[in-house]
């Protein structure tokens, strides 16, 4: 039925006056998503909120999400599973010896010619060294491991990891300060039980250690919708990078110019998701939420509201799979927190009061003191030509997809 769904998104519905069509097409009832139907598990520990508390250019993030969540009296509604450490095993399925054992030298702090090492790994400016730094890569890469593992042995359909989604992290270097990819771990994992796994990256930037770490093979189709311009980081993520070798077309990348709003996000988003859905058929959903494409975000790029990436997921989840849903980046604290305290909401087909609930960083969340978010007033550089050609082109690239036989899943 999500064919019926892409005619519904007629072009003429990337201009604002059709945004209330494309609210009916895209977001079913609350009540018949989740609520009530499967458990959803929620990733959570004290020592991984205080690692990444730690984080500089986050410090306390951790915290107000979990407290907003908190506060909201989501808790008591999910299943909350503490994460175990990664272990050396585990990290090493994805990144080399070489870098995990450079971050574990780091931890003794009596090593002090670390610095020019340091910049082979991608450590510095944009990853400053810190002694906690291989505490929190072990606790970041098992939290999104753990997750993995509930959905492998069914224990539940929906976990959301809010502390997880750190996309650019490669196979031998920290980068946009990530220091481990703990989603490329969590998707190795879901391989061993799933054929498909399709990977969407909703963050402001290009996914691109996950597409990196994907791009030649057809069982992860990995989707990134981003802010792609001269300059901006990481600078990748064009159309045209579509995969390489059995890989090709199974790369799908949205580039879009500042100032997008939920008008044209959503239908767009969906519509490509859409065809994915059909084209693709994956079995396994990862989703990497990054809060950093929401208006008041340092930024200044995007201008999108929570409820376009609650639109898409609440597309995602109408597709009743297995689904993991991670945070990523978001440098207004207060709106990172209120746009993931509204989806793990929206997820739980549960209604949140306008006004902030009183809780340890309620002064955070002034002068209004409410959960919306209203958007910029920022000139919108991208034009309907504009989208209308980015979608040409995405769904000529998707429509190579072929239909796969089932194979044994390998490892
Ligand atoms: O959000 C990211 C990484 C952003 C990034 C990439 C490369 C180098 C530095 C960064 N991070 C920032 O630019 C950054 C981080 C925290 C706060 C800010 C702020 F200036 F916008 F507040 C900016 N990926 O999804
Ligand atoms: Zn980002």
């Known amino acids: 039925d999500s064919a019926n769904k892409i005619d519904r998104y007629s072009v003429s519905n990337f201009t604002s006056k059709n945004c209330l069509t494309e609210s009916t097409a895209v977001v079913p009832d609350t009540r018949e998503t989740t609520a009530g139907k499967f458990t959803v598990c929620y990733i959570y520990s004290p020592d991984l909120i205080e690692r990444c508390d730690e984080l500089h250019k986050i410090p306390m993030r951790a915290s107000m999400v979990h407290s907003l969540i908190e506060a909201y009296g989501l808790l008591r509604h999910m299943q909350v599973i503490s994460p175990t450490k990664a272990t050396l095993e585990d990290m090493k399925q994805f990144h080399s010896e ?60 929906i976990i959301i990891n809010w502390f997880g989604g750190w996309h650019h992290a490669k196979r031998d270097s920290a980068a946009g300060f990530c220091y481990v990819n703990d989603i490329v771990m969590g998707i190795q994992r879901l391989r061993q039980r799933f054929d498909r796994v399709l990977y969407v990256d909703l963050d402001l930037h290009h996914g691109d250690g996950v597409e990196d770490a994907f791009c030649t093979t057809n069982k992860v189709l990995t989707v990134s919708v981003h802010k792609h311009s001269p300059g901006f980081f990481p600078g990748t993520g064009s159309v045209t990078d579509v995969g390489v070798g059995k890989g090709k077309y199974y790369s799908v990348n949205i580039p ?156």
Request: aromatic residues 8%.
């Open 98 to 157: 070489d870098y995990l054992n450079f971050l574990g030298k780091i931890a003794d702090e009596d090593d002090d010619n670390v610095d020019e090492e340091a910049h082979q790994y991608g450590l510095g400016y944009d990853c400053p060294v810190y002694k906690g730094v291989y505490n929190l890569a072990c606790l970041v890469s098992g939290a999104t491991l753990k997750a993995a593992d509930l959905l492998i042995s069914l224990q539940a359909r």
């Open 256 to 411: 879009l110019h500042d100032g997008i709003k939920d008008e044209q996000f959503v239908p767009l988003v969906c519509r490509i998701l859409a065809h994915v859905k059909d084209r693709y058929k994956p079995e396994v959903v990862v989703c990497q939420c990054g809060a950093d494409g929401i208006a008041g975000d340092p930024m200044e790029s995007f201008n999108l509201t929570p409820v376009a990436l609650m639109k898409c997921i609440y597309l995602l989840l109408s597709w009743n799979l297995p689904i993991m849903l991670l945070g990523g980046g978001g440098y207004h604290h207060a709106n990172t927190a209120r746009c993931w305290a509204y989806i793990t909401g929206g997820v739980l087909g549960r209604k949140l009061a306008c006004e902030i609930p009183d809780h340890k960083f309620l002064m955070e969340y002034g002068p209004d003191y409410e959960l919306q978010i209203e958007v910029g007033n920022m000139k919108n550089h991208n034009s309907i030509e504009f989208l209308k050609r980015v979608y040409k082109q995405v769904t000529e690239n998707i429509s190579h997809i072929v239909q796969q036989e089932e194979e044994k899943t390998i490892q």
